[in-house]
């Protein structure tokens, strides 16, 4: 079965990426083309991430994670940084029903003892209401950056090789992926990063060994159904080697 695009090209819904990852970037430039604060921006970015997530949740992804704040934003004005994490909580207030009707199951990965504690509160009451749906897995990475989760891998392998629990000769992929935040989630298949910046920024280092990669000049407040839609067109003619050479993938 496939979906025809208005302005653009085909969808075919049976090789659809289980996993898009999104670096939702550009919502400070927006707004201040606009004259606004950057506050703003980031309001109008919820817009979009309600917007892709039910574009994600009807069209059948299985999992959706947005990269909604770095280890390294903590480092933002403080008025920036706290108007993030109260426009998380509003966010979830005001969406948890949208999200329930969905069938979305919402998680997390990153530092969330860092959160403040309200905001931790709301995420933690939302993950466990949502637990039970089967449908799109959200998973929203909040203090997060891949050195981070890399580091605690290894402390947590080093640690289990001290206990006795593993032997240094053993560690391999399956191990490290244990000892990951995203141990029960699949690598993702696709990385969509907006507002024309070519860079990863410590995101999912590890899980991106083969994902292809989609960057967009388009600011993340601007990103649309319709390009997200695109970027899985465009998914779905690349050919993936996984380092084999293209006769081999191909017969
Ligand atoms: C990057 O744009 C964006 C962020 C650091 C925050 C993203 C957060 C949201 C879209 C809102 C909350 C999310 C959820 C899941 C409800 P930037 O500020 O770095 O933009 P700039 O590069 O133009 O300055």
């Given at each position: 079965m496939s979906v025809l695009l208005k302005k653009t090209k085909e969808i075919e819904k049976n090789n659809l990426p289980a996993h898009i990852a999104i670096i939702m970037d550009g919502n400070g430039r927006w707004a201040k083309k606009r004259g606004n604060i950057r506050l703003l921006g980031h309001k109008k970015g919820v817009d979009t991430v309600n917007e892709i997530v039910t574009a994600a949740a009807e069209l059948g992804i299985q999992y959706l994670t947005l990269y909604?704040?770095?280890?390294?934003?903590?480092?933002?004005p403080k008025d920036e940084v706290f108007g993030l994490m109260d426009l998380l909580v509003t966010a979830l207030e005001n969406n948890l029903k949208k999200i329930q009707q969905n069938n979305v199951v919402l998680r997390t990965i990153g530092?969330?003892?860092?959160?403040?504690p309200k905001t931790r509160a709301k995420l933690s009451d939302a993950c466990e209401n949502t637990k039970?749906?089967?449908g799109l897995n959200l998973v929203l990475a909040l203090s997060y950056s891949a050195r981070w989760e890399i580091t605690n891998m290894v402390k947590s392998i080093a640690q289990d090789c001290i206990d006795g629990?593993?032997?240094?000769?053993?560690?391999d992929n399956t191990i490290i992926n244990s000892h990951l935040?995203?141990?029960?989630i699949p690598d993702p298949e696709l990385l969509i990063r907006t507002s024309g910046e070519y860079r990863?920024?410590?995101?999912?280092l590890w899980q991106i060994a083969y994902t292809e990669l989609y960057f967009t000049e388009t600011l993340w407040p601007d990103f649309t159904k319709e390009e997200f839609l695109n970027a899985i067109a465009d998914f779905q003619n690349r050919e993936r080697r996984f380092g084999k050479t293209g006769e081999q993938v191909r017969n």
């Open positions: 909604a704040f770095s280890t390294e934003n903590w480092s933002r530092d969330l003892n860092a959160l403040p039970n749906n089967t629990k593993i032997s240094v000769e053993n560690i935040c995203t141990r029960e990863i920024s410590n995101f999912l």
